[in-house]
């Protein structure tokens, strides 16, 4: 079983940075670990994922301005959110696939990953 912890959310203005971070206890966090987001009253997307190789894919809207990064060793995934917009302001949550055999870029979907943290909130005003 694997419990996923975020943190670093907060309150920003458009263009400024923010930094979240993701602590996984346990084992068995799987071969994908990503960060959704999800705004009130849209789907949760996907924003990052990143394998344990450190091969990451984007989400189009987040491209050039936002890094994922993993440290498998600490086992824990950060994402480093720079040139934030207010289009940005959502509920972000880390999640981990619990599989050793999918390719990243697949896992898309919320029902692809097995655990979830509790979220945590990023505000940007403009």
């Known amino acids: 079983q694997v419990q996923l912890m975020e943190s670093g959310g907060g309150s920003v203005q458009a263009g400024g940075s923010l930094q979240l971070s993701c602590a996984a206890s346990?084992?068995?966090?799987?071969?994908?670990m990503a960060w959704f987001r999800q705004a009130p009253g849209k789907e949760r997307e996907r924003v990052a994922v990143?394998?344990?190789?450190?091969?990451?894919h984007y989400a189009d809207s987040v491209k050039g301005r936002f890094t994922i990064s993993r440290d498998v060793a600490k086992n824990t995934l950060s994402l480093q959110m720079d040139s934030l917009t207010p289009d940005d302001t959502a509920m972000y949550y880390c999640?981990?696939?619990?599989?050793?055999?999918?390719?990243?870029?697949?896992?898309?979907?919320?029902?692809?990953?097995?655990?979830w943290g509790q979220g945590t909130q990023v505000t940007v005003s403009s």
């Open positions: 346990g084992t068995g966090a799987g071969l994908c």
């Open positions: 990143v394998d344990k190789y450190e091969t990451a």
């Open positions: 999640a981990a696939s619990g599989t050793e055999n999918r390719w990243c870029a697949a896992l898309a979907l919320p029902g692809d990953y097995r655990f």
